[in-house]
């Protein structure tokens, strides 16, 4: 998560959507850059709002934007798959050494998900809490460009992203059966995707 106090901005680090070459590039214009532990790098609306957001709204405003990129679902559960088939994760319960893509998402899809596939999901991520704190813009993955050009125009910036964090090709192809049942299980996180313009 990047906080920029001037430009009012708040960027959300959903996991497997750019965002370690994101903060690699602006982290140093940032007032605060919160990069490790994950749990605070990759902190959820409902992390920052009962966290983050009273100190933001104090120093900074109660007039922050903030924003996030978001995924297509089959495309964010495959970046995890094949993260999680790095080789030094090897042995540990959240590699998926081993596994094929429909095995995972068949954990994902699990009652009780194991723990390669244990990865929540973007909706819950973003969201919005009842008093009112919510992302003001999302942004597709796939459009990742017009994220980078707002960006860089809210922070009169130029950027250009670094290749970092980016895993191994792997098969993501799935069973038309499963897919089924990932969008209906998950139709939140697809109806989520579709909504970005």
């Not at 998560?1 to 602006?26: D, R």
């Not at 088939?85 to 959240?94: A, E, K, T």
């Amino acid at each position: 998560m990047l906080i920029f106090s001037k430009a009012k901005l708040v960027l959300f680090s959903v996991p497997k959507t750019g965002t370690t070459a994101i903060e690699t590039v602006l982290a140093p214009h940032a007032a605060i850059a919160l990069l490790d532990p994950p749990e605070l790098k990759h902190s959820p609306v409902y992390r920052y709002n009962r966290f983050l957001r009273p100190m933001v709204e104090k120093f900074i405003g109660d007039d922050v934007e903030t924003l996030a990129v978001v995924r297509e679902p089959v495309s964010w559960l495959g970046s995890w798959y094949r993260y999680r088939q790095r080789p030094f994760l090897s042995g540990r319960p959240v590699s998926t050494e081993g596994l094929s893509f429909a095995q995972f998402v068949e954990g994902y899809l699990a009652p009780e998900r194991p723990a390669y596939a244990n990865v929540g999901a973007q909706s819950k991520f973003v969201e919005p809490r009842p008093n009112g704190t919510a992302i003001t813009r999302l942004f597709k993955y796939e459009a990742l460009d017009s994220y980078i050009s707002y960006l860089e125009a809210r922070l009169e910036l130029e950027i250009k992203l670094p290749k970092v964090n980016v895993s191994p090709a792997r098969d993501l192809d799935l069973p038309a059966e499963l897919e089924l049942r990932l969008k209906t299980s998950c139709a939140e996180d697809f109806a989520l995707w579709a909504s970005i313009p």
